[in-house]
């Protein structure tokens, strides 16, 4: 339990931990390589001893799998870790840039130094990965950092909590937890760059807080990810990556699959296809979804309530169950549900989802399909089913999204390689590997002369020095 504080003493608490790190935080910036590499290292080595531990706290939340805490949580945050690891020397060392013919003399080159003051704000889906793996890039960077994991997975949170104060003294890294009064009164303080996933609704109130300090943000949210199936599409393939990308995690991820379209010529087969395939993973001996120890929970019951909601709106104005509907209050369980016969009016078309809840509309020209995508905020993720080259270009070309996949679903995530991120109302700036360090790095340019001046175009502005600008104007 969560000693309670007055307001006052909260403020307090948080303002002396912040100041505490500020003055630390120009120490931590000349740290070298090897000196964040090996506090990184401290992380790897926690991980690797207590995963047995947060695989524990995550089902004590929400039932989670452990199968899903390693894929879904660890294994993208192993291959961070090792990738930062390798790379950080590199990214630390100065870029050489290229010198204009006009500033002959001068030389050039782009520094990446720390924000200073950071504050990662992390959401309750994926818990660990998404409050550590952001930490990381920021150690990486040179920072020090307050963390505030979700009070909605209390177990994680306080595992996390537990992790921090055995590996780091607090005016390096320290967490807090605590509800939305803790998030706010964080929220207050003048930091150098916030990190925060969660929703939009939520990423507004974190951007109109850092506007307050002219404080930059990585901003990870959400909204409603369409998949399209066209007819060239494998369909057995397709409808086992979207039943997957679906219902991992109990829909409860923030680019999962929101919506499919569908191509007309193909939807009996594929649905068909989608009905076998969510069978064979939860019930593949023919008991009940419910008794699966492969499918998680909703994370409590104020979201079971939403998403029944949105299923019994859906089904008010028309909408079909064709497979799964039963619900469970008691436990937080809704089976892999399937919608069909949707329309626009309906609030599972209109609102993220965010459970194992998957409306499926169907087209026959393609033009109207990406009119339907189009019509909404650029999605954090956009995927394509198909094997015609000509027709995923064509969609590449008049779609934006944050990160597309064609012919799977998720895997997005696991690539260090790739910036991940959404558009506008999806997120802010970007994360992953070099993308992320960058994120929590100003990109100081450095400009120096080794010879010559600029002196000859110095005032007074005669006929003489009027003629060199021109010709370095019109020739430079």
């Known amino acids: 339990m969560i000693p309670l504080l007055s307001e006052t003493d909260l403020h307090s608490d948080l303002r002396t931990a912040f100041d505490t790190q500020r003055q630390q935080a120009s120490q931590m910036a000349l740290t070298t390589a090897d000196q964040r590499i090996e506090r990184i290292r401290r992380i790897q080595i926690w991980i690797k001893t207590h995963e047995t531990d947060i695989q524990r706290a995550m089902y004590d ?12 949580e660890l294994m993208a945050l192993h291959a961070e870790i090792k990738h930062t690891i390798r790379q950080l020397k590199g990214w630390m060392k100065p870029q050489r840039l290229p010198t204009p013919m006009g500033l002959i003399g001068t030389k050039s080159h782009l520094r990446h130094e720390p924000k200073g003051n950071v504050l990662i704000i992390a959401p309750w889906n994926y818990p660990f990965v998404l409050t550590i793996r952001p930490l990381v890039s920021a150690i990486a960077a040179g920072n020090v950092a307050m963390l505030k994991p979700s009070e909605l997975t209390p177990h994680t949170a306080g ?10 003294p607090a005016e390096e890294v320290v967490v807090f937890e605590g509800d939305a009064d803790v998030s706010k009164a964080l929220l207050e303080l003048p930091f150098n760059h916030i990190f925060f996933t969660g929703s939009p609704a939520v990423g507004r109130v974190v951007m109109t807080a850092a506007a307050k300090h002219l404080a930059s943000v990585t901003l990870e949210l959400g909204g409603k990810s369409p998949a399209i199936v066209d007819e060239s599409a494998d369909i057995k393939q397709a409808a086992g990556q979207l039943a997957w990308g679906k219902c991992i995690n109990n829909g409860q991820t923030c680019i999962a699959p929101d919506y499919l379209l569908v191509h007309q010529s193909i939807k009996q087969p ?76 309906m609030r599972v078309m209109q609102d993220e989802i965010f459970g194992p809840v998957l409306p499926v509309l169907t087209y026959t020209n393609l033009d109207d399909a990406l009119r339907i995508v189009n019509q909404r905020e650029k999605p954090l993720a956009l995927y394509i089913h198909s094997q015609n080259r000509k027709t995923t270009q064509y969609i590449l070309d008049r779609t934006s999204a944050g990160d597309t996949v064609v012919n799977d679903t998720l895997i997005q995530f696991g690539n260090v390689e790739l910036p991940f991120g959404g558009v506008n109302n999806s997120g802010l700036g970007k994360s992953n590997g070099f993308f992320s360090f960058q994120e929590f790095s100003n990109q100081r340019g450095v400009m120096q002369r080794e010879f010559g001046t600029m002196k000859f175009i110095y005032p007074p502005y005669t006929a003489k020095v009027k003629k060199l600008i021109n010709f370095i104007v019109k020739y430079l």
Do not use: C, W
């Open 61 to 72: 939340d929400f039932r989670k799998p452990s199968a899903e805490v390693t894929l879904g």
């Open 159 to 168: 595992l996390i909590k537990q992790m921090i104060t055995d590996l780091f």
């Open 270 to 345: 594929f649905m068909q296809a989608l009905r076998n395939t969510l069978t064979s993973m939860y019930s593949p001996d023919g008991k009940p979804v419910e008794a699966s120890d492969s499918y998680a929970r909703i994370v409590n019951n104020r979201h079971f309530e939403r998403i029944r909601d949105l299923v019994n709106d859906a089904v008010s104005k028309g909408a079909s169950i064709t497979h799964g509907g039963l619900m469970n209050a008691d436990q937080n369980f809704i089976e892999p549900t399937v919608l069909e016969d949707v329309t626009d009016d």
